[in-house]
């Protein structure tokens, strides 16, 4: 039905814009998924977002995707957080459980995210910890082939051993020499390497930490390690697109890339595709500014979260995006104009103007040409901005037509019929039925009866379902709550 010929994305590898391979049946795409020790943030998701957006594009173009994202349930921050309160003899089964305990946690609450943002599921999301043999598995490779080698219970790869090293970040020799000192892993520790730029795949276990037996002795696997084996594992010796955020780039895909294809002894991904960063108010967030926002945060001062997602993906997923509240009342007033757009065109008595204009335009050809130029826009780079624009051009346009020649029901249809197209991808504005009335109010219900029992994470959840219906609550003086749509 869509008229998306091809997608174009930009490959950070080629550093240009290329059409996505066509060769294979099926579209393997990898991203890096959410370290699970605290709520993501709204850069964070910002990254989802776009990986939703360009999924969702590829499947309108009706290609077969299928999407794996990890989910990272041990690493240094997770061991910092859920290892704090428990005493120095903690046995290592402790460690686990309340490494476990923690990840479990904001894994659930991830998913909470995705579900409230619309994002669609990855087909799979493995975890890091159910694929430690795996990992064990890849670095005894890699150590065969000469490409890592062991210190004192860690092992290190050699990036010397491994001449297209750099080759994504295109980075000279002296910028990664520093880029892994500064970023390979935080690990002050690691005095034992060859060379400065080696990087830690294999950590021999320290005080207070959960471990895994190992060749190696006990220990845990490095950051970059996990991606490498899940990826391999799940979508195979090839991967058409991996996805992150531009800060994964240097040194973490680089890394991925000397492992997988250090090990598969040829090239492992097509296309690397990077979202750029979120900034707040045009400064870096951080928690010390006081400018860090989770998806709840943002919730809880009253925005819709969908029109969180629409300002997210309403820019190019390669521009920075400069997040304020005023930004977002924008993007609610855009959404605004085209749900009003909608019910207007699924209006069946609707009020006719004059009944004639001298300017009057073929609203099918205007239809013709809006739709053409919405989808050569998201062909070309996800290029949403303009899709948009063909889009609002089309909705003044007809608005201005209907004002004064009512349009005919199998022509407001066929508008309809492209609004449910563009919202294939959005999912913003989707066909608003009676049936979404009473799920509203069944869910308010529901949320009634949860806080009458008082089981405030139910009430909780209920309030972000209802909330994810594009439904704003009302609490009224007398205790009632009403609602109305955002
Ligand atoms: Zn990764």
Not at 81 to 103: C, V
Not at 157 to 167: K, L, N, S, T
Not at 345 to 356: N, S
Not at 358 to 384: F, H, S, V
Request: aromatic fraction near 8%; proline fraction near 4%; include cysteine.
């Amino acid at each position: 039905m869509s008229m998306v010929r091809s997608i174009s994305l930009f490959n950070t590898l080629a550093r240009k814009v290329e059409p996505v391979a066509g060769a294979s049946d099926q579209i393997r795409i990898y991203t890096c998924g959410p370290t699970v020790y605290n709520f993501a943030h709204i850069g964070n998701l910002r990254t989802f977002l776009f990986q939703d957006l360009m999924k969702r594009t590829l499947r309108a173009a009706g290609r077969n995707v299928r999407h794996c994202m990890n989910i990272t349930d041990v690493e240094d921050k997770i061991i910092r957080d859920s290892q704090k309160d428990l005493p120095a003899d903690a046995t290592n089964e402790q460690r686990h459980g309340a490494m476990s305990t923690l990840t479990v946690r904001y894994t659930q609450a991830f998913l909470e995210d995705l579900e409230t943002l619309r994002i669609q599921r990855p087909d799979v999301m493995p975890r890091a910890t159910d694929h430690i043999p795996h990992m064990i598995r890849l670095v005894k490779d890699l150590e065969a082939k000469g490409l890592a080698y062991a210190r004192e219970g860690s092992v290190y790869y050699r990036i010397a051993a491994f001449p297209d090293y750099g080759a994504l970040a295109h980075l000279d020799k002296e910028g990664m020499r520093q880029g892994a000192s500064e970023g390979a892993s935080g690990d002050a520790d690691e005095y034992e390497r060859d060379a400065a730029s080696d990087f830690v795949l294999w950590k021999a276990v320290k005080d207070g930490e959960p471990w895994w037996d190992s060749p190696w002795g006990p220990g845990r696997p490095g950051w970059h390690i996990e991606c490498s084996a899940m990826g391999i594992e799940h979508l195979g010796e090839h991967v058409d697109i991996h996805t992150g955020g531009v800060d994964l780039i240097f040194p973490h895909h680089e890394n991925e890339i000397a492992q997988s294809e250090g090990c598969l002894g040829h090239r492992w991904v097509d296309a690397w595709v990077h979202g750029e960063f979120l900034m707040v108010e045009g400064e870096k967030m951080s928690k010390s500014l006081g400018n860090f926002f989770t998806l709840r945060d943002l919730i809880e001062k009253g925005v819709d979260p969908i029109a969180f997602r629409f300002a997210m993906q309403s820019n190019h997923y390669r521009k920075l995006y400069n997040f304020s509240f005023e930004g977002l009342k924008a993007a609610e007033n855009a959404l605004k104009r085209i749900r009003a757009f909608r019910r207007r065109m699924e209006d069946e008595g609707a009020p006719a103007g004059q009944g004639e204009w001298k300017e009057a335009l073929d609203p099918r050809q205007r239809l013709a040409q809006a739709r053409e130029e919405y989808w050569a826009a998201m062909g070309d780079d996800l290029n949403t901005p303009e899709a948009l624009a063909a889009l609002f051009t089309l909705i003044s346009d007809l608005n201005a037509h209907d004002d004064r020649v009512a349009l005919g029901r199998e022509e407001r249809d066929e508008v309809l019929a492209f609004l449910d197209e563009t919202d294939s991808i959005f999912a913003a504005w989707p066909k608003e039925t009676g049936s979404l009335d009473a799920q509203v109010e069944a869910l308010i219900e529901a949320r009634k009866a949860a806080k009458t029992a008082k089981d405030w994470p139910e009430a909780d959840r209920l309030r972000h379902a209802i909330q994810a219906l594009g439904i704003v609550l009302e609490d009224r003086k007398d205790g009632s709550v009403g609602w109305r749509r955002a």
